[in-house]
């Protein structure tokens, strides 16, 4: 019978957000980008180059997917998974990606919005990133218990 390690909280976190980060981008690609088809990654140029910006895009994803899920699978081989860290790791990477595309991609870099041909494009904005603001602060608020000591 192995003996339990001491839980590693910093990679716990880290390998959750990762994954966190993977799954909100296939969950922004699948359903945005081709599924519903209201945007492409870049949508300043041709449908050809909007096509190939949301192949890098699902690429970058599953890499950043890929290498979280073997974090995680290493802390739990070694007995060292801290789940509460890794819980909150999920929902900050979830809710840190959904922000960050809201507010740098849709609005400073405006590589796309998230929908065209509405006119009402304030109300997509305001559910977007605050979906992803709750996503983030649930995560916060996960990683607050586990830093007052709950058990991790």
């Known amino acids: 019978m192995s003996v339990p390690l ?20 296939g969950v922004d690609e699948i359903i945005f980008h081709q599924l519903l088809g209201w ?6 140029a041709t449908p050809k180059i909007a096509l190939f910006s949301d192949g890098l895009l699902h690429s970058a994803e599953l890499i950043v997917l890929v290498a979280g899920f073997f974090m995680l699978i290493d802390l739990r081989g070694r007995r060292a998974l801290a789940s509460t860290a ?5 929902f900050i990477g979830l809710g840190g990606f959904q922000l960050f595309d809201g507010i740098v991609d849709h609005k400073v870099l405006r590589l796309h919005q998230i929908r065209y041909g509405i006119d009402n494009l ?5 559910v977007w990133n605050a979906s992803g603001a709750a996503l983030l602060l649930i995560g916060l608020l996960l990683g ?8 991790g």
Request: aromatic share 10%; net charge positive.
């Open 6 to 25: 001491q839980t590693d909280i910093h990679r716990s976190m880290l390998a959750s957000v990762l994954i966190g980060i993977g799954l909100m981008a």
């Open 39 to 44: 945007h492409h990654f870049y949508d300043l």
């Open 86 to 90: 890794a819980w909150a790791g999920l």
């Open 122 to 126: 304030l109300t997509y904005d305001l």
């Open 144 to 151: 607050r218990l586990r830093a007052g000591g709950r058990p």
